[in-house]
């Protein structure tokens, strides 16, 4: 288990992540809540591919006909990139250098809190997870992480396993992880959890 955060000229940097539909962003919220500062990778990458986004153009000239007025079209450009390890790395070389940069201006304006989050999805898929202090792993029982997956517009039983089949297992992201956050519960029990991790990092107990 990682150790509260030492005086080390910087905030301690956790990585939360978790497989699709394990609630990871309810979580990152409640840190937020908190007041811990969360630099939401995803998030980065829809300003970035949105409209007017930073990377639209190099977007364009990668793939052409992926673009429009309203920035990167993700139905256009997933059949290039999905399955296309070519293609796919391709697109990362265009959007990590962005996404890292907009990491390190949030780490500027955050540079005096004694805790921050990275919330990355694939944080183990990557190989992020040496970029981090520690990694919390969000978790719930499989029976229900399909029930909310299944239960978001357009999604079928096939596009969730195409999904699993492109994420290290739950299992595994538990046992890798210095923290696990059970959202299997209520949601007053995880965000209780939450609470208990930020104070035992920021050395509050």
Known sequence: MADAPKTIGRPFILGLTGSIGMGKSAVAAMFQGLGVPVFDADAAVHVLQGPGGALVDAIEAAFPGTTGPGGVDRQKLGPMVLGQPAELARLEAIVHPAVA??????????????????????????????????????????????????????????????????????????????????TGTSLAETRHAVQHLVHQLTGRE
């Open 101 to 182: 940069t907009m990491r390190r201006d949030f780490m500027a304006v955050h540079a005096n809190a004694p805790l921050v989050v990275f919330d990355i999805p694939l944080l183990y898929e990557k190989g992020n997870a040496q970029g981090v202090d520690a990694v919390v792993v969000v978790s719930a029982p499989a029976p229900m992480q399909a029930e909310r997956v299944l239960a978001r517009p357009g999604m079928t039983e096939e596009k969730f396993a195409q999904i699993l089949k492109l994420q290290v297992p739950d299992a595994e992201k538990r046992a890798r992880a210095d923290y696990v956050i059970d």
